[in-house]
């Protein structure tokens, strides 16, 4: 069975599949490490892990390099967070997608942000059609920011984000991500409606993963949040450290060095 289709069975269990998303090769053997069963990119930790800012403003090349040191220490599928595609034009996208698809991924996330509904449809599209002319398979997780970014007024964000889905997976997405969607009757009404897998983002106040199953949805991703917290622990620290010149405090929590070597034996993994 292929890497893909392993994924897409991920999603088909009553309990939320459930993605700490990683932003380098290190946090992701991490993830994997603790029992993942597949490991997501989060597009934010990776641009601020490269030295950019989140945004579409990651080089492609860059993308794909993260995304080969990841595989080369990593076991379970892996799905790659390609926020937009890195361009306008659905092949130049469809490209892009084949060299990870080259590599080994699993699965992507597209977005459609502030664009039009048609441009990620077109997207969707186009990557599909490289992939099936390449004989290989990929799980295309279709994101839609209806509710994050309020791309409408909020009592038309439920209807606006089903007909989105719709037409994405008609497109040939396999599943469908609102991040920011959060109320129970929203969700149930968009999971009645859609034929592929709602996959929602964790944020304050949101229904733990039981709850969630039982609502409708499939797959829960922590997005930006884990590395978010990440570079607020690395601030403290290392301000604490500068100000006062003590060694206590940067130790207290830090995993033994023998554990991290551990999990780079990919010597014990192949």
Do not use: C
Not at 202 to 212: F, M, R, S, V
């Amino acid at each position: 069975m292929s890497k893909a289709s392993s994924f897409r069975q991920l999603h088909d269990n009553s309990t939320p599949l459930r993605l700490p998303n990683a932003w380098d090769a290190g946090s992701a053997r991490l993830v994997e490490s603790l029992g993942a069963t597949a490991v997501a990119t989060t597009s934010a930790g990776f641009a601020w892990a490269l030295g950019y800012q989140d945004g579409r403003r990651l080089p492609v090349d860059e993308v794909v390099g993260s995304v080969r040191r990841i595989l080369r220490v990593v076991s379970v599928p892996l799905s790659v967070d390609i926020e937009n595609g890195y361009s306008d034009d659905p092949q130049a996208v469809a490209d892009h997608v084949m060299r990870l698809v080259e590599l080994g991924i699993a699965g992507i996330n597209i977005e459609d942000g502030p664009d039009a509904p048609s441009m990620l449809a077109a997207k969707i599209e186009a990557i599909r059609d490289a992939v099936s002319k390449a004989g290989a398979d990929l799980f295309i997780n279709a994101r839609s920011d209806v509710v994050l970014a309020n791309l409408v007024d909020k009592p038309k964000q439920a209807d606006e984000s089903i007909a989105r889905g719709k037409r994405y997976a008609s497109a040939g997405a396999d599943g469908l991500f609102l991040p920011a969607l959060a109320d129970p009757a929203d969700i149930m009404k968009i999971v009645g409606a859609i034929s592929v897998p709602l996959n929602v983002m964790a944020l304050p106040g949101l229904a733990d993963a039981e709850t969630l199953g039982r609502l409708g949805v499939r797959r829960l991703s922590a997005g930006g949040a884990i590395s978010q917290v990440v570079f607020g622990t690395v601030q403290e620290l290392a301000k604490n450290f500068l100000q006062s010149g003590r060694s206590d405090a940067i130790v207290a929590n830090a995993l033994p060095y023998s554990t991290i070597q551990r999990l780079f034996d990919v010597t014990s993994k192949t």
